[in-house]
């Protein structure tokens, strides 16, 4: 496996294949996307090979991500390349759910088992407020579509942002009371543009975890694979609620995953200074080179984001790296 100098395993990868978004949401592309590079983004034959040189070191569960990767015309195929990489056995992605209605059925029987849906706000008029678009009931159906598909897990996330749903938890823990969902609350992260946002909306996730815990809310003790969500359930309710709070002292002591941006640079975190190029090796015959900088590289990973001393590195916005 991936090891560290810490000493931490890496069994995910979060692997983005656009950073384009059809989405305007408030804290990530408040301006719609703006492209600042040509569109070269990685080629099936480039995920593929990269998804079986993490394989070959022992990762597992792959996260495809964007942007919005559900624009991609060959997302299902990407989806195939990971199905057929020995070594895979969980195959998850992250959309705003646009196109989740129509193709969630296609996507699982091309062998997607997890699925995450970013969904801020309950309330359609704030939705729209927050997304620039009208879509909650589409959206809101497609989460039903994936319920009944079979899939193995639905997820929704939901940045807590306290001028937009710090109001909303009761409405989020009635609708999850009837429906085998797990909502992951997401403390807003800074990046090196949002300041001002930041400032205005930052909530930390330790309020909800103290309401949650009042309510009889417990703790459940997750997989190594798993991401880095304190996740509670209740023996009331079918769903479960997931915290993500990357601003809590030990949050990296558990990282588990590794992420490869669209244009073929591996980042060791979400916050890197910067990302290493790996895409003149993503195309070769033989995958020995990919293998062997994956080894290399990881013995560079520092033990912190140092997110709580206000560094953002150089992640402008979370379209970036698909978060």
């Not at 073929?264 to 990919?290: K, P, Q, T, V, Y």
């Amino acid at each position: 496996m991936l090891v560290d100098p810490a000493g931490r395993e890496f069994s995910y990868l979060r692997l983005s294949i656009t950073d384009v978004c059809n989405f305007k949401c408030v804290y990530c592309l408040p301006n719609g996307y703006q492209c600042d590079h040509d569109r070269d983004f990685l080629s099936l034959n480039e995920i593929s090979n990269t998804i079986k040189a993490f394989a070959h070191h022992g990762i597992k569960k792959v996260r495809i991500t964007g942007g919005e990767p559900t624009l991609r015309k060959d997302f299902i195929d990407v989806i195939r390349a990971a199905k057929d990489t020995t070594g895979i056995s969980q195959i998850a992605a992250t959309t705003n759910g646009f196109s989740l209605q129509k193709n969630i059925n296609d996507w699982v029987n091309a062998g997607l088992s997890a699925i995450n849906v970013s969904i801020d706000s309950f309330d359609p008029r704030m939705f729209n407020s927050i997304t620039g678009h009208d879509k909650f009931a589409s959206v809101m159906r497609g989460i039903d579509a994936a319920v009944d598909s079979g899939i193995s897990s639905v997820k929704i996330n939901s940045v807590l942002m306290r001028q937009y749903n710090a109001s909303e938890l009761d409405t989020f823990l009635s609708w999850l009371k009837h429906r085998p969902v797990t909502i992951r609350f997401i403390e807003l992260m800074q990046t090196n543009d949002n300041k001002d946002f930041f400032d205005a909306n930052h909530l930390s996730g330790e309020s909800i975890k103290t309401k949650l815990l009042q309510k009889g809310w417990q703790r459940i003790i997750q997989g190594a694979s798993a991401g880095p969500a304190q996740e509670f359930s209740h023996p009331d309710y079918q769903g479960n609620i997931g915290l993500i709070m990357p601003y809590s002292n030990d949050f990296c002591s558990t990282c588990n995953r590794l992420r490869v941006s669209s244009l073929g640079n591996l980042h060791l975190c979400l916050f890197s200074e910067e990302g290493i190029s790996l895409r003149e090796h993503m195309n070769s015959d033989s995958n020995e080179a990919l293998i062997a900088l994956l080894s290399r590289y990881i013995k560079t990973k520092k033990p912190s984001h140092l997110l709580q001393q206000g560094n953002t590195g150089i992640t402008t916005n979370l379209s970036m790296l698909g978060g």
